[in-house]
């Protein structure tokens, strides 16, 4: 009996992520910037520098590079870079500025979110506290795609994505799909059911 539950449980498991995944794999990621229509401002998501023992991390450096050159085509005219400084010593937004700096985006142009924890914070806080209405999305493929559908459920109907590219082994590229799997199940749990918020949306 206690077998059988488990399989039922492990089906319906199975089934409700496929669901999940239906739902957030389809809106579309452009990956060639001439097909992306401009916007105001991109919105950079935020992840670490370096990873394990002070190695760069390909998915941050993907994120600036591809923020950088939707700049420098005239996509966007700012970006707004927000992720997690939830500590005196790690800050994520004010690293991604100084890099894109470093890439040639003007100091004036770039703003920056400090308590984009979460993706779903960084979405809401987007449209409640900075106004943005309509933003270029910048993060790697699959989160690109999660993203648009907390853009979308919260109401920020004109946002789209522009893929950061990641060179990075299989491994690792599986490991991050991965926990992105999970992830989505949380945004669905996010949209859905609790109807969560911003930490600091106010």
């Given at each position: 009996?206690?077998?059988?539950f488990?399989?039922?449980l492990?089906?319906?498991?199975?089934?409700?992520i496929g669901?999940?995944?239906?739902?957030?794999?389809?809106?579309k990621?452009?990956?060639?910037?001439?097909?992306?229509?401009?916007?105001d401002?991109?919105?950079v998501l935020?992840?670490?520098?370096f990873?394990g023992n002070?190695r760069?991390?390909?998915?941050?450096?993907?994120?600036?590079?591809?923020a950088?050159?939707?700049?420098?085509?005239?996509?966007?005219k700012?970006?707004?870079?927000?992720?997690?400084?939830?500590s005196?010593?790690?800050?994520?937004?004010e690293?991604?500025?100084?890099d894109?700096?470093?890439?040639?985006?003007?100091?004036?142009s770039?703003i920056?979110?400090?308590?984009?924890?979460?993706?779903?914070?960084?979405?809401?806080?987007a449209?409640?506290?900075f106004?943005i209405k309509?933003?270029?999305?910048?993060t790697?493929?699959?989160?690109?795609?999660r993203?648009l559908?907390?853009?979308?459920k919260n109401?920020i109907?004109?946002?789209?994505?522009?893929?950061?590219p990641?060179d990075?082994?299989?491994?690792?590229?599986?490991?991050?799909?991965?926990r992105e799997?999970l992830?989505w199940?949380k945004?669905?749990?996010?949209?859905?059911?609790t109807?969560?918020?911003?930490?600091?949306?106010k």
């Open positions: 009996m206690r077998k059988k488990l399989t039922v492990i089906i319906c498991g199975v089934c409700f669901y999940i995944f239906c739902e957030i794999s389809s809106y990621v452009y990956q060639d910037i001439s097909e992306i229509s401009s916007s401002v991109a919105l935020g992840t670490g520098k990873v002070e760069p991390n390909k998915y941050y450096w993907g994120r600036i590079e591809a950088a050159k939707l700049y420098k085509s005239g996509k966007v700012s970006i707004l870079v927000s992720g997690d400084n939830s005196s010593d790690y800050n994520e937004p690293t991604m500025k100084e894109l700096i470093d890439k040639g985006v003007p100091e004036d770039i920056c979110d400090y308590a984009g924890l979460r993706t779903l914070d960084s979405v809401r806080r449209k409640n506290v106004g309509a933003p270029i999305i910048v790697q493929y699959y989160h690109a795609k993203a559908f907390l853009c979308d109401n109907k004109g946002a789209s994505a522009f893929e950061a990641a990075v082994p299989f491994a690792y590229k599986l490991r991050n799909n991965s799997a992830a199940v945004a669905w749990i996010d949209i859905y059911i109807k969560k918020q911003a930490k600091f949306e």
